[in-house]
């Protein structure tokens, strides 16, 4: 599969996964100022953005196969750090198990290692039959956006919903149809954090409801090597909601590699 991505700068090789139902444009912040000292590319990853949207269930370990598939392209064979965010992080986690060698660390943004329980995955079924029957992503958006946003940029920040919002309705049935799928199948990847040796910076945004600081906080103590970082002012799109604290959290730890 032939993504669409962004790459800028030059040096190190940082991978950026946007999560669901969003793309690559949730990156713009980390784009200009990891770039100063970094090569990123951020990929739209299968049924998002300009990316194809097959009818599908998008595992996230299909997906992980789509990005070592784009940097094998752009001829990047050295293992590269990789960060996603919350379907990003699914898919993260997917490649440095699967991939362990294309992998140097990761960052795992306000995302989890649990599975679905079987009532979570049964909503997405029936959520993926009604956004293919209504031919657009709108319930999907509907019922995200009251939960994607912490509380002060609900409040101090309400223009900067506005724009994420509109990425993801231009998400296409089939695309967030073939996403829920996948995340409905993803395994519990909670026991395999201990194979994960990779330095792991694991980054939660304060108020996030999605994916919520105490998950961040027992992933970052499985980890091998891994690292919190809690950041102030964000839900659960932190690199968006405060990307000031997080291109901080980001520089430190990418500078601390060796
Ligand atoms: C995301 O932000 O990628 C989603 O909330 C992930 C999910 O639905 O599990």
Request: aromatic share 4%; glycine share 8%; proline share 7%.
């Amino acid at each position: 599969m032939l993504l669409a991505f962004t790459e800028q700068g030059s040096g190190p090789v940082v991978v950026l996964l946007h999560g669901f139902p969003l793309s690559r444009v949730m990156w713009a912040e980390q784009l200009k100022t990891l770039s100063e000292s970094y090569r990123v590319i951020a990929p739209d990853l299968r049924g998002h953005g300009e990316s194809p949207a097959p009818d599908a269930a998008y595992t996230m370990d299909l997906m992980a196969d789509d990005v070592v598939e784009l940097l094998d392209g752009l001829g990047v064979s050295e293992p590269v750090v990789v960060g996603g965010l919350s379907m990003g992080g699914y898919v993260a986690l997917a490649m440095a198990l699967k991939h362990p060698g294309r992998v140097r660390a990761l960052m795992l943004i306000d995302t989890k290692a649990a599975a679905d329980s079987p009532e979570a995955a049964q909503t997405r079924e029936e959520t993926a039959q009604a956004v293919l029957k209504a031919g657009n992503s709108g319930a999907v958006v509907a019922a995200m956006i009251p939960k994607l946003f912490g509380k002060s940029t609900r409040e101090l920040h309400p223009d900067r919903i506005e724009p994420l919002k509109a990425d993801m309705e231009k998400t296409s049935a089939s695309g967030v149809a073939g996403a829920l799928r996948g995340m409905a199948i993803r395994p519990d990847r909670r026991e395999q954090l201990a194979e994960i040796a990779v330095p792991t910076l694991v980054i939660v945004g304060e108020d996030d409801v999605i994916a919520p600081p105490a998950e961040a906080r027992a992933m970052a103590e499985a980890l091998p090597n891994g690292r919190l970082e809690v950041v102030p002012d964000a839900g659960h799109l932190a690199p968006y909601e405060n990307p000031n604290a997080v291109d901080q959290a980001i520089l430190g730890f990418l500078q601390g590699l060796n």
